[in-house]
């Protein structure tokens, strides 16, 4: 039953979107696309929120919306992407898809997603997800470039610790400064307990006599002052991600006095494990399904009368009749068992593949209008600013201003001109990746088999990581679940065997013994 009756989705990722990708302008264009289907707009969901960050409550407003109606509904909105950036609301709107509750319509990609769909229009579906996915990922690591730049400078990203204060200066921009009733009474805790005549315990209560508190104003307890003890910004140094970097911030104690409650607290110092050894395939990307432990690989050698010598790789794993006993597995049956499945994979119809070129090319332009845009406005922004740079300099040439305004305003429009540097690289390298994510998928829908055979060792990992989101060793049986869009690839080539089975269970874990026989 094809719907009658449509809900547009109009969905923002800030206020400030840009012209063209407004609300208005959504909902102007889906309207126009539901006349044309011939469908009745019953309701409108205008969402101003991130698809990759939050609890997206609109996004799960409109599904439950959609649950709730008795008849087919079509969720029409402008792009894949206005819809979903990742796949944690694939299950979810799959689901939907296969009872016939809804329909997806999505209007500048031109294809609608339904119960009867085909597999290939269903591996466009997850190859929009995935491309988005990947320039979505690109860039959020605009905002890790942000942090690593203040983490050069040796600022702090985030609230203050214990002992000092988060404040703003008059340009706006925070700082942090020492707390002048906390900071002597943090320094009294550190070298009393350096003395090595106080527990920890009795610190704790010696802290609370001295009016030590926190910022809620709760005495310390003895686990709280655990973990600040071990904080190493009070002597000049800040933890980030295991990584130590000097801050530029007052020290409350020296070095010598951190060093010496350590050896109070610890009294012995670890030696750091450093793990070594060679490049195996299915080093960290193989697991054992009967204990779920990684799969470890040992090489053995053996060396003939006659001088030669020969080299197998074996994988350790867990024999699933007996668990408590160690079974030893070739890796070479593995490697052929996971060259079955590239053999499997991908668009073998002539026509089918035709499609997802074409399709893709269309994604392609796509990208690279709204690429082409956004990168034109921020370089007209950067423009600007140069403009805005210049002309203070005449300003403070002729004396119109003085030397602290001319540094203050110069630092902030310096500080912007940084910001949008940052997002033009960070809009690069979205688009290298997105190039990169889409010359994959097609390779690997048309010749996995011989890219695999043809692979090195490093190559191979990588193919793996990409192609499968979980490997497991059941015995000597190679179990696994492919990452989409590939799940929907090896279900196209084989969907007159299986396809009704995988409907019912769409994440069911795959076995290799599944596709053993030759194809039709």
């Known amino acids: 039953m094809e719907a009658t009756k449509a809900v ?33 707009v019953i309701k409108v969901f205008e969402i101003v929120e991130s698809s990759t960050r939050g609890d997206r409550s609109k996004f799960m407003e409109l599904v439950s919306f959609a649950k709730r109606y008795k008849e087919p509904i079509a969720i029409v909105a402008d792009k894949v992407d206005r819809v979903q950036r990742s796949f944690r609301e694939f299950p979810v709107l799959d689901d ?15 294809y609608i997603i339904h119960k009867e769909s085909r597999s290939t229009d269903r591996t466009l579906w997850s190859m929009s997800v995935l491309m988005a996915q990947s320039y979505t990922d690109a860039m959020s690591d605009n905002i890790k470039r942000s942090i690593e730049h203040k983490t050069r400078n040796g600022e702090w990203n985030g609230p203050a610790p214990l002992g000092y204060l988060n404040q703003c200066d008059v340009n706006g921009k925070s700082h942090i400064v020492l707390d002048p009733s906390r900071e002597p009474i943090i320094r009294r805790v550190f070298e009393e307990y350096a003395t090595g005549a106080y527990t920890l315990a009795e610190i704790a209560v010696k802290a609370k006599e001295w009016g030590l508190r926190s910022k809620k104003n709760f005495p310390l307890h003895k686990a709280v002052l655990h973990r600040l003890m071990q904080r190493r910004f009070y002597y000049g140094e800040m933890e980030i991600k295991g990584a130590l970097h000097t801050h530029c911030y007052p020290p409350i104690i020296s070095r010598e006095v951190f060093n010496a409650c350590e050896e109070v607290r610890l009294g012995y110092n670890k030696k ?90 269309k994604t392609n332009q796509a990208k690279k209008a709204f690429h082409n845009h956004e990168l034109g406005q921020l370089k007209k922004q950067h423009t600007e ?46 688009d290298d990746r997105f190039t990169k994510t889409l010359c994959s998928l097609l390779t690997v829908a048309s010749n996995s088999d011989k890219i695999w055979a043809g692979s090195t060792i490093p190559e191979k990992r990588e193919l793996l990581n990409f192609v499968f989101a979980n490997l497991q060793l059941d015995g000597a049986t190679l179990c696994y679940t492919l990452r989409k869009p590939f799940d929907k690839m090896l279900e196209g080539a084989n ?23 030759p194809l039709p």
């Open 495 to 517: 969907c007159l065997d299986w396809r009704r089975e995988w409907d019912s269970n769409p994440r069911k874990t795959l076995n290799l013994r599944r596709f053993s026989r």
């Open 96 to 110: 939907l898809i296969h009872k016939g509750s809804i329909e997806l319509h999505f209007n500048t990609e031109n």
């Open 272 to 361: 750091p494990f450093r793990y070594a050894g060679k490049d195996f395939i299915f080093r960290g990307i193989l697991t054992c399904k009967t204990t779920g432990r990684m799969v470890t690989a040992d090489t053995k050698k053996r060396k003939y009368v006659n001088g030669d010598t020969a080299e197998w790789t074996y994988l350790r794993c867990w024999n699933p009749d007996k668990p408590g006993k160690i079974q030893w597995v070739r890796e070479d049956s593995v490697m052929e068992q996971v060259a079955e499945v590239f053999s499997h994979l991908g668009i073998k119809e002539q026509k089918a593949f035709d499609d997802v070129v074409s399709y893709i090319k």
């Open 385 to 430: 600013t140069q403009g805005k740079l210049d002309r203070l300099v005449d300003l403070r040439l002729e004396g119109e201003i003085t030397k602290e305004e001319f540094e203050a305003k110069k630092n902030r429009l310096k500080d912007s001109q940084y910001e949008l540097d940052q997002l033009i690289l960070s809009y690069d390298e979205a």
């Open 8 to 40: 547009i989705l109009a969905r923002v990722s800030s206020k400030e979107q840009e012209e063209g990708h407004s609300i208005d302008a959504q909902k102007h264009r889906l309207q126009e696309y539901c006349k044309r289907k011939k469908l009745h």
